[in-house]
């Protein structure tokens, strides 16, 4: 389990997120969510260990972020893989040597079983002959799902995610959506995604933490999301006509 | 106040750099990878161009002591004292600085921009170890030996400028070449080449690793790069040449 409690961060005098407090649970699929500038991704980075926080604690299974040792802290690095929104691809090396970075550079595995390790999560990404080409060479939805690729081949205990829909056609979008839920089940690992996309939300998201200025305004499930008065909530995720709709339709299902 | 806080970002930027590798098979296979695109590949150009200067240096020179009391040996020896005090470690370094400096500032900019470093990041790994450290050794070791080529093709070029003109002959040039040899300039100039090498490296990756922004900003600090390490390179020139030579 991931715990947040209360954290700060500023940058230049101003604070961008005022004492946040959450939990992640294991095999859960969680979504944040908020408009630009609400502190999404300086809240996903301080939980990479990217920004350091002013003030709060994030525990990963018990090892708090803050206390532990260079060491202890690159282990924990070990067990985190993250989906960046546009790929973060290492252009200069082939998908195979992408994918194979992170066992070159911690473990001592052969060369064969590395390269066996890699076909095997370029299979579970349903991937096939791109061992060999380019990251420029690959299609957007291919890309992010290269990067899903690289993010579990250590078999990571966290996975986070910035915007892995952003510039992908919705049908694209639902592949990968649905390819990093079945990994959340099938890995048992803790999922966190940053995202804009309220297909996703209502789709995957088992757990969705709406923030507002930097506060953690609201936080529910996919289903109780449709049912929420929070004024924030209800503006922000049903601003258009479709989702408006489709939240009536729901509230009249269920009523 | 802005130019001490770079600087110092850069002193903080080094003490990352000089860190013990994560895994020494990787860092080998990088390093002969910076050493194949910073040297091999700048072979061709140092070439050309010292050839080409190296012949008119000597045409400068034989024009220029055109007198029956100036003995035409002199034509190579200062062609020679030219090119393997200055021309070849001083402004092979500034060439260098606008081929490979804006190399390492835009493709580590371009890293930056593309969170390809927040990546390294994520995944426990010393960027600055892994990015810089094999650039700074590449270029430690090869740019030596590409100065001594540049000295060489410099009078070579000479030699043939000579043969082409008609304006001394090859004769009196081999002599000039040889004559007054003190093997201590081979020494100054590089060690020049070596500290040149640091700067080159080290000021674009400074630029490359802390870009912020898009592609514009990405070539706007490949500029800075080249102007700074080029402004830099003079600088440590002068003093140099004032404690080497002095």
Known sequence: MIEVKDLYKEFNGSTVLKGISTTFEKGKTNMIIGQSGSGKTVFLKCLLGLHIPEKGIISFDGRIQSELGIKERRQLRQDMGMVFQGGALFDSLTIEENILFPLKMFTDKSKSEMLDRVNAVLNRVKLENVNNKFPAELSGGMQKRVAIARAIVMNPKYLFCDEPNSGLDPRTATVIDNLIQEITDEYQIITIINSHDMNSVMEIGEKIIFLKNGINAWEGTNEEIFETENEAVVEFVYSSNLFKKVREAYLSKTK | ?246
């Open chain 2, 1 to 246: 106040m802005n130019y001490l806080k770079h600087i110092g970002k850069y002193f903080i930027m080094l003490r990352q750099v000089f860190k013990k590798p994560q895994k020494w098979s990787v860092f080998r296979e990088l390093l002969f990878r910076e050493i194949d695109d910073l040297g091999l590949k700048s072979m061709g150009i140092i070439m050309f161009i010292s050839f080409f200067v190296g012949g008119v240096v000597a045409i400068q020179t034989a024009l220029n002591v055109d007198s029956p009391f100036i003995p035409k040996y002199l034509i190579g020896f200062a062609t020679k004292r030219g090119i393997i005090l200055e021309f070849a470690p001083t402004f092979m370094s500034i060439i260098l600085a606008g081929k490979v400096g804006s190399y390492i500032t835009s493709s580590m900019g371009t890293m930056r921009v593309t969170e390809q470093i927040d990546a390294l990041e994520v995944m426990g790994i010393n960027s600055l170890n892994y990015l810089v450290l094999p650039k700074i050794l590449a270029a430690l070791f090869f740019y030596p030996i590409l100065i001594l080529l540049s000295m060489f093709m410099g009078i070579i070029g000479g030699y043939y400028a000579g043969l082409l003109t008609d304006l001394f002959y090859s004769e009196d040039y081999i002599y000039g070449i040889q004559l007054d040899f003190d093997p201590y300039y081979i020494k100054y100039a590089l060690t020049k080449a070596v500290v040149f090498a640091f700067v080159i490296t080290t000021i674009p990756a400074y630029h490359g690793f802390y870009v912020k922004g898009g592609s514009l900003e990405v070539g706007r600090a490949s500029t800075k790069a080249v102007v700074w390490t080029s402004i830099v390179i003079i600088l440590l020139n002068y003093f140099l040449t004032q404690m080497l030579l002095g």
